[in-house]
């Protein structure tokens, strides 16, 4: 036991990785159309068929279904997670408290929010804007809503009690509840059509991967991470606290800044494609500081790894388990997760605190 | 090198310590001036609610007031940016929770976490906690710490802030509040080692007036506000703390130089 707890010590990050890719390889075999080794083979074809702009016949069912479905989902499912996990981990050090979560805060209901009312309120007007347009607006109109629940939670729970845990959470709760009121009002009003699509912001699904998100996500997710790791270890600073962290040269202001506008982005952007996807951000940051202790230069990065590896179990599983219906994603990480995270609570009950 | 001492390192010109409520016209604190040397020890007394605190707050410009000006190092305040300033001042909290359970390491390194280029840091943590006897903490988490051992880390991590500056500032809040005896002496004697050595100023938010009286050369009396005394700190300012706090002290000479002072009992008068 003590030889396996020693390996895995060694190189987290390594150990992470490989299993990543290894789950990666699996999650691409399963599914409910078999991928053989000749759709693989259609890789030239795909370059040429998108160089002449033909039709999608020129590929096997196969290799249709590979590359333009379950590709681009694996890679989608693991970028959303590892987002997630390194927005969750950004949240916490803000907030210097390990329960902290876009999701729990209402960063996230308050980007389903703005999509909801984006998808209702211009119902009809959507049709008069451009349908290149239109793709962008739901992405836009839910990192708004991220935006502005990050800066009022944090304004608000400075000025009701600086400082206080508690003050946070109930903001957070009260965040929450009005994001949930004005989604239910939305789906009251919402038409059949409209219904559809706020259902799928609120059960949370990544159904609809296509590779310009995944290469969106890539770019803002690469961005995100390469300012952040630089500062890692100002990140640390800031368990200290405010004044303290100041005292050692942390311009808190500006990084409590820098984190909010990225948390918002990275969580807005999860949700403006997939939906509300719960607990990742919360179970990835607590089992690598169960894992390695809780070092910020450590706990991102493989907060962010396993952000993806998680969710990619999640959504192999979810588009697995009933074949070939699916559960979506965003329910299944919920059943698995709220439990799982009452036993880590249990098990750490002395640490965490 | 007594031109050094006297260099001029802290200057409060005409400040107010206000505590932003409005007061009356009448009530508005009296401006005063207070400079502070290099190697300077200062230690600010004054009845709970005085405003020692926000005086504190001043010299370690964490904010400016709101009347007058500080000078640091011949500066004016708002011109040092924070990087600049971690580099010349510490400021050691009076309980200041690490949130996460951070190693000990780790959180003394973070002393230096201003420095661009910093490849002694391993060492310097380890000196600076030797030197505040925290090295046995060093593997341990900080949620694991008593008060005392809380206290020792986080003077190891103002050492290892000003390791290699000479001249700079240490602040310090109410240090001893919850220590023990031993501990006391312990970290008062770190702290004037480390200071003595690098000709550190030290200003220290105290209650003990026999620890301000033993290791401090100068008495900042605060009282409402306002600057109540400077006086330095040898037997001629026993009638001055009195008056602060309107109480009756005796003073009982423990040895040639030292001596210790203790509140007047009226029910039991001394023999």
Redesign the interface.
């Known amino acids: 036991m003590s030889i396996v707890r020693a390996v895995l010590r060694a190189q987290p990050s390594w150990w992470l990785g490989v299993s990543l890719l290894m789950m990666l390889a699996l999650a691409v075999q399963v599914g409910a159309v078999p991928v053989h080794t000749s759709d693989w083979l259609a890789m030239p074809k795909l370059f040429e068929w998108s160089a002449v702009g033909d039709s999608i016949q020129t590929l096997s069912a196969g290799s249709h279904v590979l590359f333009n479905l379950r590709l681009p989902r694996l890679l989608l499912s693991v970028l959303v997670g590892a987002s997630l996990g390194l927005s969750g981990a950004l949240t916490?050090?803000l907030f210097?408290?390990?329960l902290a979560e876009p999701g729990l805060l209402g960063v996230s209901a308050g980007a389903a929010c703005a999509a909801a009312l984006t998808i209702v309120m211009l119902g009809d007007l959507a049709a008069a804007i451009h349908p290149q347009a239109r793709a962008w607006l739901l992405p836009l109109a839910a990192f708004i809503g991220a935006l502005v629940v990050c800066f009022s939670l944090e304004n608000m729970a400075r000025r009701i009690a600086p400082g206080s845990i508690a003050a946070l959470l109930l903001t957070g709760i009260a965040m929450n509840a009005l994001a949930g009121a004005v989604i239910g009002l939305c789906t009251y009003l919402a038409d059949d059509d409209q219904l559809r699509s706020l259902s799928f912001w609120t059960l949370g699904s990544l159904a609809g991967a296509r590779w310009l998100w995944v290469g969106l996500f890539a770019g803002v997710l690469a961005t995100g991470y390469c300012r952040l790791t630089r500062s890692m270890?100002?990140l640390?600073?800031?368990?200290?606290?405010e004044?303290?962290a100041?005292?050692?040269?942390?311009?808190v202001h500006g990084l409590r800044k820098q984190i909010i506008v990225w948390v918002a982005l990275l969580a807005g952007l999860a949700v403006a494609f997939c939906g509300m996807i719960s607990f990742v951000g919360l179970i990835a940051p607590h089992l690598v500081?169960l894992w390695v202790?809780?070092?910020q230069r450590q706990v991102l990065p493989l907060a962010t790894l396993l952000g993806g590896l998680l969710l990619l179990v999640a959504d192999t599983l979810a588009r697995t388990v009933a074949v070939p219906a699916e559960i979506p994603v965003g329910i299944f990480t919920a059943l698995v997760g709220g439990p799982f995270f009452f036993l880590l609570v249990r098990q750490a009950r002395g640490?965490t605190? | 090198m007594s031109t050094e001492l006297t260099a001029t390192l802290l200057e409060l010109n005409h400040v107010h310590l206000s505590h932003g409520s409005v007061r009356e016209a009448s009530q508005v604190p009296k401006p005063f001036t207070l400079c502070l040397s290099a190697g300077e020890r200062l230690a600010i007394l004054g009845p709970s609610g005085a405003g020692k605190t926000t005086l504190l707050r001043l010299m370690?410009l964490?904010s400016n007031p709101a009347k007058g000006e500080v000078q640091f190092k011949g500066r004016a305040g708002p011109s040092w940016s924070?990087?600049e300033?971690?580099?010349q001042r510490?400021?050691m909290?009076q309980n200041?929770?690490?949130?996460?359970?951070?190693?000990v390491k780790?959180?003394i390194a973070?002393?230096?976490?201003?420095r661009r280029r910093d490849p002694f840091v391993s060492e310097i943590v380890l000196h600076a906690a030797r030197l505040a006897r925290a090295e046995h903490l060093l593997a341990r988490?900080c949620?694991t710490l008593s008060g005392g051992e809380y206290a020792r880390v986080h003077l190891a991590?103002v050492f290892a802030?000003l390791w290699d500056v000479r001249e700079g500032l240490i602040l310090v809040d109410e240090p001893f509040a919850a220590l023990d005896l031993g501990l006391q002496e312990h970290i008062l004697q770190a702290l004037d080692a480390f200071a003595t050595e690098r000709q550190h100023a030290v200003v220290a938010v105290l209650h003990d007036v026999n620890h301000a009286l033993r290791a401090f050369d100068r008495l900042v009396l605060i009282k409402e506000s306002q600057l109540f005394a400077d006086v330095a700190s040898n037997q001629q300012a026993v009638p001055v703390i009195e008056a602060l706090y309107g109480l009756a002290l005796e003073c009982l000479q423990a040895t040639d130089n030292a001596f210790v002072v203790s509140p007047v009992s009226r029910r039991c008068p001394p023999a």
């Open positions: 916490q050090s210097r408290n390990p270890q100002t640390n600073a800031l368990a200290l606290g004044a303290a100041r005292h050692i040269g942390v311009d500081r202790g809780p070092d640490q605190a | 370690a964490d924070l990087v300033l971690s580099q510490a400021v909290p200041c929770q690490v949130a996460f359970g951070l190693e780790l959180v973070l002393g230096r976490v201003a988490r949620d991590r802030q």
